[in-house]
């Protein structure tokens, strides 16, 4: 049984989720391997591959050979190498993305990163990463005297070519690892110690006193008890809160007892849970409501980013608006509807164009979680300044309907969320996305990246479309529907 960089990560955050994984494999709970995370390791390899290009004459050691097949080449003297593996006495095992020989008894590791900054929180620390990687070189008997870490340079505009000295940037990090080394090496311990125990205690995991977004995969199964409209379902509750209550054996929200502190948000999805029924502040409502100017456009886009830029004047990270859903409801009840799509990786012109001459410079514009569409309005502001008027005419008339439903309409159905497919199918349970084969932001994300990079894209392409379509429509008239089931509510 060996130990991984990505086991120790996990083991951080929760032993007993490795525990199970490395003991009990046809237990675990794979889920599906998401696009997000296969979009993630996809966009690595490409970082990696700029990374490379920083290092003349290095050797790319085949991604799955052993330790021995490294051993082995690292006796022909080579100055750099990519994907170099090994594994210490103990089972800990490390694949360097890419290590350079200083002279006879020194290394330098240098671990790539597709982020644009080094990473320091609590759940993805890049430094525990770097740890990790030394303490297996040095467990072989190599002294490691420099550790750096290359990432993506925020300040990094395209223009033409990619230019890989400017795409990336190299940190010293000796001095961070120095104060962190010896605990990390603690901890890398007690890891290994701990997933070779034969037996652990398996009705309960570490996550239990976690905050729900922190929760492992595993927390089902080791959990098997939590109630429907548990703890972990109160909004922005703290993990110090919810160990008070998981400590006092009150994990359903009916138990929270009624002297519990919270703000007045989270005691209001308490007593929706008690009631049974939604809390609703008409008045705030119809002031809202009454506040929106028609004609009302309820706006939504889809966007595309990646970690290198795919054009010029875009930065890493960047998000690319490449779709837009507008319905638009006029002050008589008439819905009329606009849509576009790119069909190729280009900057929008055509798009912005068509919307302006649909919407003009009149009403107010709706969407949910409006700061996304505000922070897309203001890159595309930068990009094509030619719109400046009509982007700035959009954000300043710019109306969140999730708002309402984090203050305002507060139902325990929602489970402790303001998503719109949270609040969709109890306020307009006649909509759905689950029938559609693009039914998520991450989805269209990677579909129309497929259909516009890649040469051999074997999907039907107009149905691909009609796909897109569908999806980012539905986003639109979502929101019409739940405006439309608020004004009856207030009526």
């Known amino acids: 049984m060996f130990l991984t960089k ?47 290009r920083l290092f003349p004459n290095g050797i790319n050691l085949p991604e799955k050979e052993s330790p021995e097949y490294t051993k082995r080449k690292l006796e022909k003297k080579y100055k750099y190498y990519f994907q170099p593996a090994f594994k210490s006495p103990k089972g800990v095992f490390a694949r360097i993305d ?25 759940n993805n620390n890049h430094l525990m990463d770097v740890c990790f990687q030394k303490y297996v070189l040095q467990e072989n008997g190599m002294k ?58 398996q009705d309960v995991c570490s996550c239990r006193w976690k905050t729900r977004s922190n929760h492992c995969d595993s927390f089902n199964y080791f959990n098997k008890k939590i109630p429907d409209y548990s703890i972990y379902e109160i909004g922005r509750i703290s993990a110090k809160k919810v160990g008070l209550l998981v400590d006092n054996d009150q994990t359903s929200i009916l138990d929270i007892p009624f ?10 999805q308490v007593e929706s849970v008690r009631q049974e029924q939604p809390i609703i502040n008409y008045d705030n409502i119809i002031r809202h409501l009454d506040g929106l100017e028609f004609p009302l456009h309820f706006i939504d886009y889809e966007t595309y980013a990646s970690a290198i830029p795919k054009l010029d ?38 798009m912005l164009g068509a919307m302006q001459e649909f919407t003009g ?9 409006a700061s996304f569409e505000i922070g897309r309005n203001n890159d595309l502001k930068e990009w094509l300044p030619e719109y400046n008027s009509y982007l700035n005419y959009v954000n300043e008339h710019m109306f969140d309907l999730e708002t309402i439903f984090k203050k305002d309409y507060i139902d325990y159905r929602f489970h402790g969320s303001s998503s719109i497919k949270k609040v969709l199918p109890v306020i307009a349970p006649n909509l759905s996305y689950s029938e559609l084969e693009v039914n998520n932001g991450t989805m269209a994300l990677d579909t129309w990246g497929r259909m516009v990079l890649e ?18 429509k539905l986003d639109t008239l979502a929101m019409v529907e739940i405006y439309r089931a608020l004004k009856i509510l207030i009526a």
């Not at 696009?35 to 700029?50: H, M, N, P, T, W």
């Not at 008439?334 to 929008?348: A, K, R, Y």
């Not at 410079?361 to 979680?369: A, C, E, K, V």
């Not at 149905?463 to 897109?468: D, E, S, W």
Request: aromatic share 10%; glycine share 2%.
């Open 98 to 122: 890419i290590l350079e020989r200083l002279d006879v008894k020194t290394w330098h590791i240098y671990e790539i990163k597709s982020s644009t900054s080094i990473k320091k929180d609590k």
């Open 313 to 350: 004047g875009m930065s890493p990270h960047k998000h690319l608006p490449f779709q837009v859903s507008i319905h638009t409801l006029a002050e008589d009840g008439t819905l009329t509807h606009f849509e576009f799509l790119l069909e190729t990786m280009e900057m929008p012109n055509a």
């Open 6 to 52: 990505t086991n120790f990560i996990q083991y951080l955050n929760c032993p007993e989720s490795v525990w199970l994984l490395k003991n009990k494999p046809n237990e675990y709970p794979k889920g599906e391997f998401s696009l997000f995370l296969e979009k993630l390791i996809k966009e690595g390899y490409e970082v990696e591959e700029y990374a490379k």
């Open 144 to 201: 490691v005297s420099k550790s750096s870490i290359i990432h993506l340079n925020r300040e990094y505009v395209k223009k033409g070519d990619i230019i890989p000295e400017e795409l990336l940037q190299i940190e010293n990090v000796n001095d961070e690892l120095d104060e962190l080394y010896s605990s990390v090496v603690n901890e890398i311990n007690a890891a290994t110690n701990f997933i070779s125990k034969e037996v652990i205690n």
């Open 361 to 369: 410079l009149d009403g107010t514009f709706i969407s949910w979680h």
């Open 259 to 268: 002297d519990f502190v919270l703000n007045t948000n989270q005691q209001t």
């Open 455 to 472: 040469e051999e894209f074997n999907d039907d392409i107009e149905q691909t479309r009609m796909n897109l379509f569908e999806y980012c």
